[in-house]
């Protein structure tokens, strides 16, 4: 389990004044938002509990009002705090590790199983599965494990990136099903660094194994021709070309959500959200069973924030339980507030239980955006991101504040060229010029098929 307070907030009191919350994430989900004065308490209750040899010590508490700086500097020593009072406790309490196997998916519904112990962390499986892929050290960063749900119908959702001091054995394991995964996948996002990553074999294998599966989901969208084109590379084992051509192609690289909910253009679009290219990807049924698509850039975010909410279920189905001990569901929404136009800002939202794993992508754009931006290395960050040390001057503060404006921050400044121009989101209608030669047509996806990819491509 992994705590972290990634930001705050500045929130009003019942008598008007205003307090800091410190929004407080589990395995990176927002689990509560409490006040300093509170997180105090618990240190006094954990203190009597366990001794002081056990708890950290605790943030001082200042006399006089804090300043933005002083805000920020807190945040830190509260997650440090929190971070370290978990280890304490766990090594108190004296949780078992012992050696097992875990499995490891690939694209194509390949396993790698590995021998790690129950205490492992993320980079620690991660290293693990790359020695037994025998994926350079220098590579491993370019690759993240990701927690799924395998459907019925084959399909996968995504629920999270796993965190960097996750313990994925924990994970998967205390979900007590068969349907979760944890799956190998790459972890950024501008195909430039495709070419990098192509030079090794191995790398190549899992790049060429995540495009082909990509398609055979109908993730990338490909038309008659192009299917052609691709499978006539596949059948000369043509990978490298393959991957190129895919790279031409639509959603190359995204990851595709399940069907949710949507109030834009309106209140209770249904839509399939992807995430790629530095954008999310709308592609919306709107009332009238009328099409359309349209794209919503991360440069032009303002900020976005994930909520969560009960909403009672009554007979199977949610709604308002007045005076019921019904059970209740958790309906989490991403909501982000973007420039639509010069001096036009909006709130778009989503409904959907993958609002977090939505959320995830945006902040690594990001990341991947400003270290861009700043001249710095993507190797770098990568190493760091492996590492568990990517700073969060580097990039977590770009989700209060946004790239498109200004900000006294210096670290943000450097961001605000990343919008060049300013032009109005559209939502193209899907006719039958633009669809004709696509799989999809008016459909969500595509459904062609590749060939199996063997053992021996890995």
Same mark, same amino acid.
């Given at each position: ?63 006089? #009002? ?64 790359? !020695?037994?892929?025998?994926? @350079? ?73 995540? #495009?082909v599966s990509d398609i055979e989901r109908g993730w990338i969208l490909v038309n008659k021709d192009q299917h052609r084109q691709l499978k006539s590379l596949q059948e000369k084992g043509s990978k490298k070309e393959l991957i190129r051509l895919g790279q031409t192609l639509k ?55 994930? #909520? ?36 036009? !800002? ?32 993507? #190797?770098?960050? &990568? ?19 946004? @790239?498109? &404006? ?51 491509? !890995?």
């Open positions: 389990m992994h705590f972290s307070i990634p930001e705050t907030e500045v929130r009003s009191g019942e008598n008007g004044s205003t307090y800091v919350a410190y929004n407080i994430h589990v395995n990176g989900v927002l689990h509560c938002r409490v006040r300093y004065s509170q997180l105090l308490g618990l240190h006094e209750q954990i203190k009597k509990e366990y001794g002081n040899n056990v708890v950290p010590a605790f943030p001082p508490k200042r006399i006089f #009002t804090l300043t933005p700086a002083e805000v920020e500097q807190r945040r830190e020593q509260l997650e440090k705090y929190m971070q370290a009072g978990e280890k304490g406790l766990s090594e108190t309490q004296q949780i078992p590790t012992e050696e097992v196997p875990l499995e490891i998916y690939l694209s194509n519904g390949h396993k790698v199983k590995v021998n790690i112990l129950t205490s492992d962390q993320t980079e620690d499986v991660l290293e693990a599965v790359a !020695l037994k892929l025998d994926l @350079p050290d220098d590579l491993v960063g370019y690759f993240s494990l990701f927690l799924v749900r395998e459907g019925v119908d084959g399909g996968l959702t995504f629920i999270r990136k796993l965190q960097e001091f996750e313990l994925p054995y924990v994970s998967v394991t205390s979900l007590r099903s068969s349907d979760f995964h944890i799956i190998l996948r790459k972890s950024y996002w501008d195909t430039a660094y495709d070419s990098n990553v192509m030079e090794n074999r191995v790398g190549l294998n899992l790049l060429y194994t995540q #495009t959603y190359f690289g995204y990851i595709k959500f399940d069907p949710c909910i949507t109030d834009f253009p309106e209140k209770g679009c249904h839509v399939i959200v992807s995430a790629g290219n530095n954008e999310l990807n709308f592609h919306v049924k709107l009332p009238n069973e009328q099409m359309k698509e349209g794209s919503f850039k991360v440069t032009r975010m303002r900020c976005w924030r994930v #909520t969560s909410s009960q909403v009672p279920v009554v007979n199977g189905t949610a709604g308002p339980a007045p005076g019921s001990s019904a059970k209740c569901d958790v309906k989490l929404e991403l909501a982000f507030e973007y420039l639509m136009s010069k001096n036009r !800002l909006q709130w778009v939202t989503i409904t959907s239980p993958q609002a977090i794993m939505m959320s995830i992508c945006l902040q690594s754009m990001v990341d991947e955006l400003m270290v861009k931006k700043s001249g710095g290395s993507i #190797t770098k960050m &990568l190493r760091k991101r492996h590492n568990g040390s990517l700073h969060r001057s580097d990039s977590q503060q770009a989700v209060k504040s946004p @790239p498109i &404006l200004d900000s006294p921050d210096s670290n943000r400044e450097q961001v605000v060229k990343l919008s060049t121009k300013l032009s109005s989101v559209s939502l193209r209608g899907i006719t039958a010029s633009n669809s004709a030669n696509d799989i999809s047509g008016s459909d969500f996806h595509g459904n062609y098929a590749f060939e199996g990819i063997g053992d021996d491509d !890995l």
